[in-house]
């Protein structure tokens, strides 16, 4: 099943009006009620992005580097200065700043994206890793990847994740570190393009899925449904990943993972995540 959430074409990645990147990296949400404390920092971020989605690598990398000077401590600038420097093929940039997120005190999402990519690079870093097989296990990750969840909504998560992967046929890690990506188990992430909840759906896909893209439950039933489908249809992991992150059209027109940035970071920042999560 096709969807419209696609990075090349409607996902778009709005203003930063939250305090970290998603994942656990790649589309900017809104969450209700987030304060910042950047000074600047936001506008820049915001004129960046912009820039950066308009082609402007130039106009992108200063308006990064001015919010990062700005905000010092925070790593979300960094991802996005590695992430310019990988658009143009500036491997040794990519990997400074890479490092650079790894040293501002980074989410687990911002971290997760930063090792995927100096592992490519060639540069061994430890990754963090989870044992998952419980309901309390899975908690825990959850709660290590969004520490503003208390303990009983984790343990929600925990159990609706591994719930809603076997009615899907799913392995649970697959769907944790999909979720982890999106939404950072934060079931309240809106994307500004309005792909909703924990498995960032958009509101035509989750009509096709038959579920309520608000209601957290039903999120997660059709983001599972959705990416058996894309496996099923295809029979890769990573070109499932892609289908999900970029749509199944995407895929089928390259025939393999697309050659959009946000989409190869997408499949491989879900895949380390997944590699640190053994049953």
Known sequence: MSTPRGRAKSHGWGPVLVASLLACVFGLV????????????????????QAYRSGAL???????????A?????????????A???????????????????????????AGYAEAWLGRLGIGVDRPRWRVRTVDEYAAFVRASNPALTLGQARWVGAAVLTAAARAQLDPRLLAAVVCIES???????????????GQLMP??????GVNP???????????????????AFHSLPLALAAYNAGSAAVRQWGGIPP??????????????LGGLSA
Not at 214 to 232: F, I, T
């Open 84 to 110: 310019v420097a990988m658009a143009r093929r500036d491997w040794a940039a990519a990997r400074r700043w890479f490092q650079a997120v790894l040293a501002r005190h980074p989410t687990l999402a911002e």
């Open 184 to 198: 950072r188990f934060e079931h309240r992430t809106v994307s500004s393009a309005g792909a909703e909840g924990l």
């Open 70 to 82: 700005a905000a010092p401590g925070w790593a979300t600038p960094a991802v996005w200065l590695g």
């Open 214 to 232: 608000v209601d957290p439950w039903q999120n997660l039933l059709g983001a599972a449904r959705l990416l058996r489908g894309y496996y099923d």
């Open 30 to 49: 809104v969450l209700p009620g987030t304060a910042w404390s950047e000074g600047d920092s936001q506008g820049w971020m915001e004129t960046g992005w």
């Open 204 to 209: 035509e896909t989750a009509a096709a899925l």
């Open 260 to 273: 959009y940035p946000e989409t190869q970071w997408y499949v491989w920042a879900v895949l380390w995540v």
């Open 58 to 68: 130039t106009e992108a990398e200063a308006a990064f580097a001015r919010a990062a």
